[in-house]
T-cell receptor, first 113, second 112 residues
Framework: NAGVTQTPKFRVLKTGQSMTLLCAQD?????MYWYRQDPGMGLRLIHY???????AKGEVPDGYNVSRLKKQNFLLGLESAAPSQTSVYFC????????????FGQGTRLTVV | QQQVKQSPQSLIVQKGGISIINCAYE??????FPWYQQFPGKGPALLIA?????SEKKEGRFTISFNKSAKQFSLHIMDSQPGDSATYFC???????????FGAGTRLAVHP
């Protein structure tokens, strides 16, 4: 059981470049989330999805777009990367409902120069 | 109102001691309060969680104390071990949206 898999694990982008981070889960979870982790700021929710074909904004959505075309995949896109988007990105998934555990991927370390 | 405030930012404890991390929240719509543990280079993993209708939950050396009226909850790690050295995040879940809001994290170092 792979759980939640994120690709790539590391990436360096130049300012203005675009990229897509892929998250895949094999647990048949309805809910998927993208967080960014910055020192001293914890994990902040970027976007999330409550099911295939749905997306919603989290706490810090600006500069990011997402898509959930298949239940098992949740894509995070950066159309025009900025140095402020240098961060570690985590994807998570859960069944949903009160008391259900969120399972996290290993993270993607993104540096924008 | 969706913030979860966590303290301290870092904590050093001797082996065998008690580690205590505190969190506070404002939004009474939160209905689930988990704690996550994160080791360097890894994603966070669920450690222990509590619902607001319970005042305390214990799992092994880890205990959550929950004070609904004060809107505060805390993690106690008894008999702290070097292997407990990690970053700990408290979180609160908004039931209707299933969104987890995290605290800023506490870096715990347990010295032998």
């Amino acid at each position: 059981n792979a759980g939640v898999t994120q690709t790539p694990k590391f990436r360096v982008l130049k300012t203005g470049q675009s990229m897509t981070l892929l998250c895949a889960q094999d647990m048949n979870h309805e809910y998927m989330y993208w967080y960014r982790q910055d020192p001293g700021m914890g994990l902040r929710l970027i976007h999330y999805s409550v099911g295939e074909g749905t997306t919603a904004k989290g706490e810090v959505p600006d500069g990011y777009n997402v898509s959930r075309l298949k239940k098992q995949n949740f894509l995070l896109g950066l159309e025009s990367a900025a140095p402020s988007q240098t961060s570690v990105y985590f994807c998570a998934s859960s069944y949903g409902g009160t008391g259900t555990e969120a399972f996290f991927g290993q993270g993607t370390r993104l540096t924008v120069v | 109102q969706q913030q979860v405030k966590q303290s301290p930012q870092s904590l050093i404890v001797q082996k065998g001691g008690i580690s205590i991390i505190n969190c506070a929240y404002e939004n009474t719509a939160f209905d689930y309060f988990p704690w996550y543990q994160q080791f360097p280079g890894k994603g966070p993993a669920l450690l222990i969680a509590i619902r607001p209708d319970v005042s305390e939950k214990k799992e092994g050396r880890f205990t959550i104390s929950f004070n609904k009226s004060a809107k505060q909850f805390s993690l106690h790690i008894m008999d702290s071990q070097p292997g407990d050295s990690a970053t700990y995040f408290c979180a609160a879940k908004l039931g209707g949206y299933n969104k987890l809001i995290f605290g800023a994290g506490t870096r715990l170092a347990v010295h032998p």
